[in-house]
């Protein structure tokens, strides 16, 4: 009895360390830090005006940061390796195909006058239908054969891109600006006239991501398997993919394509994730993903733009050590 | 009973099963056997609807596979494929767990919990019950993924090559084990290459070779030299040791 009551606080020390250990804990705390730096650093002037402007950029670092880091895990999930990305298999060179082709077939006058929203949902749909149609098929047997996928993915890229490049050709070269203007990652001139829509599409996501996790999980386990449980398995695909191309849409929609940010980050937070038991569900998985890829955004984009006062430094740093990351894999053969 | 009729099966146009028909009992161990290539696993998948019917029926206990809900099917029966590779890098704990997915759909509750550390138990793997899939040797992992068949807690099992990578001991525990499984009502299919287990533990034999049926009956019946000498392709001594055959392939 005296023994219970002695042990009592002790337990209640070590149940709160052990929560503090919660990866998804840990990391809001960080990210909270380093939005409220980025929010209130250096604040002086015109305070409305500036806080307003700050908020609007980290809205839009956020929203990448989670878009990307969730699609990159479902990626990874249903075609079953830890080296493959959207952006790699050349999701967002089929967005910015999608994009010219719609103002070649629309006009530039006619589809920029719908306004941005609409337009971007257009976009989206359409990316969306034409991602299923490749990947679906692709991927609906199962992903086998990991070195085919990346000749896959390298090929359908510059396919991609050419077709961008092609259609642009046929475009004039006015037009071909606006399309040309987010081709690159720039994470500090995010296209905010989306970032509403794009923002509330990524809750959304988010939300139905977390929603289809368990069955996310046993996905993982490999086609055969997964249908042995009873996963309708061509339908889990197909979600996780249309998540993947929505999400892979707004991201670059915002920003422009980001080569190997989501490799980074899918590989840090299974780094993360996994030294606790259940640490590969997709439950902790995810939020583990979104709150390092929003806490690398934010934090990186503050360094680089308060202390060493370079705007447009950060894509490029992510982009190199990324590249670095991907080399790193290769090399070991830790294609899995 | 699993009732599979007139089942043809083509790949890219070459056929792989053709007109397979066959009742396998219930409440029996039933082994299929025969050479490499001769569309055993893919007999397997086709009655787990793990690979969709071409052309043919398959029913198990009236449920035909081709029409019932997936998620029904799984409380029905468990299937152990022959590739154990998962992308997820998982525990052994985890994957077990995995076996409850039909009964929870991923909320496990004590009914859950329990079944996983029988599981656990019964394929001695409690000192690993924490350890990477990665970091286990091939029968420690073979045993794991076994143990997450068993956590299903069907009526039905397939098991294709079950037996792969185990070491004698743990080959003898695991027929032993079918053969419990099978004194308390439940049916085993499984494939084995091994004519030894199979005639000590089957109580009925299916022997299938370029796709067709060669063969089915008891131990008895299919477990003779002039059968595997078709069968195989080549000559093959059958003694008998205990009532049952016993077959010299290994010399
Ligand atoms: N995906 C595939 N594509 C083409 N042919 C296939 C495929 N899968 C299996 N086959 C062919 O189907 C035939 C039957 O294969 P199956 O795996 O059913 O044989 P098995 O009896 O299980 O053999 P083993 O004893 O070697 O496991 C083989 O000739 C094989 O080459
Ligand atoms: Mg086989």
């Known amino acids: ?336 | 009973m699993i009732r599979v009729a007139d089942v043809n099966h083509q790949i890219d146009g070459n056929p792989i099963l053709t007109n397979v028909s066959c009742d396998i009992p219930q409440g029996e161990v039933t082994a299929l056997i025969g050479p490499n290539g001769a569309g055993k696993s893919t007999l397997l998948k086709l009655m787990g609807r793990i690979e969709p019917l071409q052309t043919g029926h398959v029913a198990i206990n009236d449920l035909d596979v081709g029409t019932t809900p997936s998620g029904q099917l799984a409380l029905e029966m468990a299937y152990l494929g022959q590739n154990l590779s998962v992308a997820s890098r998982l525990r052994v704990r985890e994957l077990i767990g995995f076996g409850r997915w039909p009964h929870c759909k991923g909320h496990p509750g004590p009914v859950d919990h329990a079944a996983v550390h029988d599981a656990l138990v019964m394929f001695d793997l409690v000192p690993f019950a924490d350890r990477f899939l990665d970091e286990l040797s091939g029968g420690q992992a073979q045993r794991a993924h076994l143990a997450m068949t068993f956590a299903q807690t069907t009526p039905w099992m397939l098991l294709d090559e079950p037996l792969n990578n185990l070491d004698m001991a743990h080959s003898r525990a695991l027929m032993k084990r079918l053969s419990d499984l099978r004194d308390a009502g439940r049916s085993v299919v499984i494939v084995l290459h091994d004519l030894n287990h199979a005639a000590a533990w089957a109580d009925h034999l299916i022997a299938m070779k370029n796709g067709r049926i060669a063969a089915s009956g008891t131990a008895e019946e299919v477990l003779t030299p002039q059968t595997l000498a078709a069968l195989y392709e080549t000559d093959v001594q059958v003694l008998r040791y205990a009532g049952r055959p016993l077959v010299l392939h290994h010399i």
Not at chain 1, 167 to 179: C, H, K, S, W
Request: with cysteine.
């Open chain 1, 1 to 336: 009895m005296s023994e219970t009551v002695l042990q009592h606080p002790n337990l209640r020390l070590r149940q709160a360390a052990t929560w503090l250990r919660h990866p998804v804990l840990w990391l809001s705390i960080a990210l909270f830090l380093f939005c409220m730096i980025w929010l209130f650093q250096g604040l002086s002037g015109n305070y409305e005006f500036i806080l307003k402007l700050r908020m609007k950029k980290l809205a839009a670092l956020l929203t990448v940061g989670s878009a990307v880091a969730v699609s990159t895990i479902l990626f990874q999930t249903v075609s079953a390796n830890r080296i493959l990305t959207p952006s790699i298999m050349g999701f967002d060179a089929l967005y910015v195909m999608m994009q010219t082709l719609l103002v070649a077939a629309l006009g530039t006058t006619g589809f920029a006058m719908i306004g941005a929203a609409p337009k971007f949902i257009v976009e989206t749909g359409a990316m969306t239908v034409m991602a299923l149609l490749l990947f679906g098929t692709l991927l609906r047997k199962g992903a086998r054969d990991i070195t085919r996928m990346i000749l896959t993915g390298v090929i359908l890229g510059t396919l991609f891109r050419a077709g961008s490049g092609l259609i642009g050709r046929v475009l004039d070269p006015n037009a071909f600006a606006t399309v040309q203007s987010v081709s690159f990652a720039n994470f500090s001139r995010a296209h905010t006239d989306v970032l509403g829509i794009g923002a509330t599409i990524t809750v959304l996501g988010c939300v139905i991501a977390m929603w289809l996790a368990p069955r996310f999980d046993v996905l993982g386990l490999g086609r055969d398997r997964a249908i042995a449980l009873g996963l309708p398995h061509g339908r889990i695909v197909v979600a996780a993919l249309g998540l993947v191309a929505v999400l892979v849409s707004v991201s670059t929609a915002l920003v422009g394509p980001v080569a190997f940010f989501g490799l980074i980050v899918a590989g840090l937070a299974h780094a993360i994730a996994q030294r606790r038991p259940g640490g590969a569900h997709h439950r902790i998985l995810l939020p583990v993903a979104a709150l390092v890829a929003m806490c690398v955004l934010v934090g990186g984009q503050t360094f680089f733009e308060r202390v060493m006062g370079q705007q447009a430094t950060l894509s490029v740093v992510v982009e190199f050590l990324g590249g670095l990351f991907f080399l790193f894999l290769l090399l070991k053969g830790k294609i899995r």
